[in-house]
């Protein structure tokens, strides 16, 4: 579907009721304005709708508020969950006053970044294929007061309830700690969960390919769908995001894409495929390093010398480094190998040279894809253009070796915003990323870092609290 015309077709032919507005903002949250079908009308798609820009976290101040969503013909879903028919459009955000793409909406940064591709001559399209991991819980609890904090996360498959009465029953059958990879049931209780979310997928047009239990006991699971492009895939992260949230509320479960949720067991990565294509040719591909190309070990050394910066983006909670420690097969280590899943960055085993690419394998699920795709593609086209070389590739296991000698990955977010407050250039090439948008997602981010280096924890009450 590439046109309005398209669109109006599709409304009439499928009795659509109503037409959702959707777009993102800094953090990755979408929001949503919904009309009834009947008002759509050809300046959705031209002109644009009004809106209040101050209500969104990093943008506009209220002084200078209105801004406008315009709606992309080319991406939609017809809403799977909603009682009355409605199909849901993909915007982007521009000025009121020029009509431009606004600097700081993520999904026109992702559609510069992929115009700074294709004038860098270098390749026309860049694919990115994130796995997305992800928890499912029975029951989630959780208190913040300026006198009490707790959460409480429960799951029948979680290890902490092999000696507890449950209503349902309990027969025994739970998986223990990193117990869970690739478990049949009755281990495994969310097959068919897994199953439906793939079925709507399918239904919304994104291509599923597999689905699994994975490694950590509660209900840790991954989706597996096909990659796409910079853009489009960003727009299938947030439709696999809502689609995973509301599947899982149909079961009476809760979904949640933490990092890190349960402690002491392995956390959830969003590790991100990537290649660049030319004239339908892989770029990637060559006779350097297990059947890669200079230009991808450039790429490569690209990710490596930005990854502290990246990380700003890529891993963006506080909670994202409660995942990047040592222990839990968290790829902290910033090296690169053949089948290496202990360095930060994989190189797959594959069967042709079409499907020749890299893994990064430390961002998670709380980054905003626009903005992650966009950054380590720009990291990664700057290791091409300055030849920028990762060094040896590691063949072995990293964990072992305490004297590795090896950079790691940001030890907290506030290290990794300092990172990128002073390695900031590299985004700004051919307009991708300016300084405005930076300094404002970090201010945005810091906010987060002092709420919670500003509250009392539990943790510190059992270490402290009696001395």
Known sequence: MTSPKEVFKLIENEGIEFVGFRFTDFDGQTHQLTIPARDLSEEAFTKGTNFDGS???????????????????????????????????????????????YNKDPRSIAMRAEQYLTDSGIGDTAYFGPELEFFIFDNVLYKNNHHESMYHIDASNGTWNTGNKLEEGNTGHVPGIKGSYFATAPLDRLHDVRSEICKVLDRCGIESQLHHAEVATGGQCEVGAKFN??????????????????????????????????AGDNGSGMHVHQSIWKKKTNVFAGDAYDGLSEDALYYIGGIIKHAKALNAFTNPSTNSYKRLIPGFEAPVILAYGRHNRSASIRIPAVNSSAAKRIETRFPDCMANPYL???????????????????????????????DHGLPEVCGTLEEALNALDNDRDFLKEGGVFDDK????????????????????????FEMYYGR
Not at 230 to 247: G, L, P, R, S, T
Not at 254 to 259: E, G, K, L, S, Y
Not at 385 to 393: E, T, W
Not at 452 to 460: D, S
């Open 55 to 101: 209500s969104i976290p990093g943008w506009r101040p209220i002084n200078r508020s209105d801004m406008m969503f315009r709606a992309d013909a080319s991406s939609y879903f017809i809403d799977p969950f909603t009682a009355h028919s409605t199909v849901v459009i993909f915007c982007d955000i521009v000025d009121p006053d020029s009509g431009e793409p």
């Open 229 to 262: 492009t910079a853009k489009v895939k960003a727009d299938e992260v947030q439709m696999f995001k809502y689609i995973v949230h509301n599947v899982c509320d149909m079961y009476g479960k809760t979904a949640t894409f933490m990092p890190k949720p349960i």
């Open 372 to 402: 992650a795709f966009s950054a380590m593609l720009m990291a990664g086209l700057d290791g091409i253009k300055n030849k920028i070389h990762p060094g040896d590739a590691q063949v072995e296991d990293l964990y072992e070796e305490s």
């Open 437 to 460: 948008t930076i300094d404002s997602y970090i201010e945005l981010k810091r906010q987060e870092v002092m709420r919670l280096n500003h509250a009392p924890h539990p943790v510190e």
